[in-house]
């Protein structure tokens, strides 16, 4: 290849984990550039991004770190303080409390929107080039670094390339990793909703036969008549219900919910359009091939039982960035396959480990089974009786 060397990373996608991933190899002083398709929209005060996430603290403490998460915190994030999981077969709950904990909060629930807008205004400070709107077109890559053609028929040459164009990766599929899809015939169910009872600053789930059911809550921004009420609802539900939900009268939409929460929180009334997500499972093969490396969706979507995707595709991140600073220290090559190698073990394990156990615990829940739902609620209630087992669930749901 000629002019290898003349970047250091290219970072195809510009979602939450590429932007994020461009900063982080920026901030350690190499030569990067972001690749993205179209430009994200700008997020405004006045609307809300029915995709949110709950955003655990060890990826707040790396976005700190790269600058970002003082204007992300200070434009609108819920803090939440407590979680509380149910089954609808009985038995006591299993319940998270920041006091409890010694936390002065479990997470933050976040607007996907307000993420990229915040990490794409810091590209420019930071150095990294950016190319849109750009599409991966080719791929070739030698031992030494990788070129990409875009296309407009340019050409990127880079020592290291780093898929983060989501489930559907072209440049996944141009380094020849398979990654099957396994189909769970499931929806979620999104929108925005007031409360009756005041939600706490508690994320809520129930188990249901038909699926997990839950409610984050959300910024108010300001709005007394909403303030403590407002929350994000993440429904699954198989697909024809899901469909016939989406279409239904918001007053019938909003009976059915207050039922799946089976009165807890009292009515329901609907503060935005509804929309819905297919639910699959998508393990990529490998997480590296050559000196391309996946994180994010390109490399694993789980379902949303736990709010976990979007904090496994940045601990990617975290993971990549620790290598990078320990190949610098040594005067190593950033991209060694060795060096490399170790860092994909240790993620795709880890991911793989999250999508099997997420999407074990919903079949167990989400059925009807006799046996299963004779003991799953009793099981939820007897974990919530011992503390150093929530203490060591919320650890690991929290990345510490």
Known sequence: MSRRGALDAVVVGGGVVGATAALALAGEGLQVALMEARAPTPWQRGERDLRVYAFAPDNAALLRDLGVWPAIADARVQPYRGMRVW???????????ADALGEPQLGWIVENGLLVDA????????????????????LA???????????????????????ADGGHSALRALAGID???????????????????????????????????ALLPFAADGDATLDGHLGSIVWTLPDAEAQRL???????FERALSAAFGGEL????????????????????????????????????????AGQGVNHGLRDVAALRARVRDAQAKGGDIASPA??????????????????????????FSND??????LRGHALGMAGRLPPLVRALWRHAAGA
């Not at 909703?193 to 036969?209: I, M, N």
């Not at 393990?283 to 000196?291: P, Y």
């Not at 994010?296 to 789980?302: F, L, P, S, T, Y």
């Not at 089974?369 to 004779?374: D, S, V």
């Open 266 to 305: 009292g009515g329901f009334t609907l503060q935005s359009a509804r929309a819905a997500f297919p639910l699959r499972r998508q393990l990529a093969a490998a997480q590296v091939a050559g000196r391309v490396l996946l994180a994010g969706d390109a490399a694993h979507v789980m379902h949303p039982l």
């Open 339 to 364: 060096r490399l190698a170790r860092w994909a073990r240790a993620r795709r394990s880890g991911n793989a480990v999250g999508a099997y156990a997420f999407e074990t615990i919903n079949r167990a």
């Open 246 to 252: 989406l279409d239904a009268p918001p007053a019938q």
């Open 369 to 374: 089974a006799l046996l299963p739902t004779l």
């Open 87 to 97: 089954d609808a077969a009985g038995g006591a709950p299993l319940a998270f409390d």
């Open 179 to 213: 990654a099957p899809v396994h189909d769970y015939h499931q929806r979620g169910v999104v929108a925005f909703v007031a409360s009756q009872a005041p939600h706490r600053d508690t994320c809520w789930q129930r188990f249901l036969p038909t699926g997990p059911v």
């Open 119 to 138: 990490l794409w205004r810091a590209l420019p400070a930071a150095g990294v080039r950016v190319e849109c709107p750009a599409k991966v077109a080719t």
């Open 141 to 163: 890559q030698d031992a030494a670094g990788v070129r990409l053609g875009l296309d407009d028929g340019r050409m990127l040459e880079a020592r290291l390339a780093i898929a």
